[in-house]
């Protein structure tokens, strides 16, 4: 591993000045189980790294508010996994934490650093999005606050600015009744990232949401105000067109060594219909998350 | 290069000041500087889990953390998990059951099996599975493996 200067802020303004000053020669170190195989591979180089984990305000917390569950970045994926409200309101998110890696790598890993990390493949992106996640986020022009669908760009990119960082997300509590379910394709269980990675969600207003990832640039979200999906009265035929239509945005990489671009787009359909019955299922069961 | 910067561990109840260079993983030190070569390193990309150590009660990859993140903190490898010079219950599963085979892989196993164990007394065969998710065995001994967590579970450490 090539070296770096390496900090450790205790204040998110300190950050802030930190990354603020080296713009992108600086990365965030928070969970590292991105970032550390990056450096030793060269992939990343640095010339400073900074340590976020000793900020007292970012460190592992889960904040119910009134409206919202703040996740603090932070938090790691056994935490959020494990948290009594965000099982009982958001358990598309707790069952897509729950693939992510190993227990090692959960232990590690943050909810914050997947999403900033911009995979494609990141599993908890889907459920993010589906449940209108927010981010917070500190910069040297203060805060603000972005939907998660207008962060993402591509893979690896976001619209992160110079001197910014996502210091939480927040998760509105639904309003509704929602049924909701991440389901995923990979190789193998137990490490490998997504081949195919979705979440629906359906509320008791019929209006159904879908977002996937692993099978173009950056996670999409898709709505179906319609309710036609939802619709126990609907043909399988009407469905098979509406969800056409929301999946269209799928472009697979044929380049990728994961899966080719036709049986990604097969498992993206089988999944999308899965899914919708599984929530459709849930929500009928009285789920109230 | 960069300077070196100081650091607190305790490693098996033991503390240690150490000089580390920033981009020296918690692996190295745990190896190179204070030679507790139980802990290996394998895949170095948080796949195969031979470098897994406990780190402040949790187990993690240890070529996967910088070993100035650790600063202050507390390290237990599997040189700290039976008494000093003998086995514990869980290790000697591992013998009794056939799960070492190579061996290369047993360290993480067995700190992986041990943090199991601490959450969840009695696994099922599908929680040790998933507690395990995180550890390969190129020699294929998951069945003797999953024998000797049971093994130890059915009767823990007195």
Excluded at chain 1, 96 to 101: D, I, M, Q
Excluded at chain 2, 83 to 92: A, F, K, T, V, Y
Excluded at chain 2, 122 to 143: F, H, K, S
Aim: net charge negative.
């Amino acid at each position: 591993m090539r070296t770096f200067a390496y900090e450790r802020p205790v204040t998110v303004d300190e950050a802030v000045l930190l990354l603020d000053a080296h713009g992108p020669d600086a990365r965030i170190l928070a969970g590292g189980t991105d970032l550390i195989i990056r450096l030793r591979d060269g992939s990343l180089q640095p010339s400073l790294v900074v340590d976020i984990k000793r900020i007292p305000e970012l460190q592992a917390g889960i904040d119910v508010r009134d409206d919202v569950v703040s996740i603090s970045s932070g938090t790691v994926m056994t935490d959020v996994a494990a948290h009594p409200h965000v099982r009982r309101h958001f358990p598309a998110l707790v069952e897509a934490a729950e693939v992510v890696g190993s227990v090692q790598i959960r232990n590690r890993a943050t909810l914050a650093g997947n999403v900033c990390n911009a995979s494609p493949a990141a599993d908890t992106a889907p459920p993010l999005l589906v449940y209108g996640a927010v981010l917070v986020i500190a910069g040297p022009a203060g805060q603000r606050r972005l939907a998660l669908d207008d962060f993402f760009v591509s893979s690896g990119r976001t619209t992160l600015g110079r001197g910014e960082l996502v210091t939480a997300i927040e998760l509105p509590f639904p309003v509704r009744h929602v049924g909701a379910t991440h389901v995923r394709r990979t190789r193998r269980r137990g490490h490998d990232l997504a081949s195919v990675t979705l979440c629906c969600a359906v509320d008791d207003a019929r209006v159904t949401r879908i977002a996937y990832g692993s099978v173009g640039p950056r996670p999409y979200l898709v709505v179906d105000e319609s309710g036609l999906l939802a619709d126990p009265g609907a043909s399988e035929a009407q469905r098979a067109v509406t969800l056409e239509r929301l999946l269209a945005a799928a472009s697979p990489s044929p380049r990728s060594m994961r899966a080719s671009p036709e049986y990604r787009l097969a498992m993206l359909h089988l999944l999308a219909r899965r899914a919708l019955r599984t929530a459709t299922t849930r929500l009928a069961e009285g789920s109230t998350a | 290069m960069s300077d070196r910067l100081p650091i607190e561990l305790t490693v098996n109840g033991r503390h240690r000041m150490l000089q580390v260079s920033p981009h020296h993983t918690l692996l190295e030190v745990l190896r190179d500087d204070l030679e507790l070569t139980g802990t290996k390193e394998c895949c170095l990309v948080g796949e195969c889990g031979a470098c897994t150590v406990r780190l402040e009660g949790r187990i993690v990859d240890s070529c996967l953390v910088l070993a100035v993140e650790a600063d202050g903190r507390e390290v237990t490898t599997v040189e700290g998990l039976g008494p000093e010079g003998s086995l514990n219950r869980l290790q000697q599963s591992f013998l009794d059951e056939g799960g070492v085979q190579c061996g290369f892989c047993i360290p993480g196993q067995v700190m992986a099996a041990d943090d199991l164990l601490r959450r969840i007394p009695q696994p099922t065969v599908g929680q040790i599975e998933d507690g395990l998710a995180g550890n390969l065995c190129r020699c294929g001994c998951y069945e003797q493996i999953i024998a000797a967590v049971q093994a130890a579970a059915q009767e823990p450490e007195s």
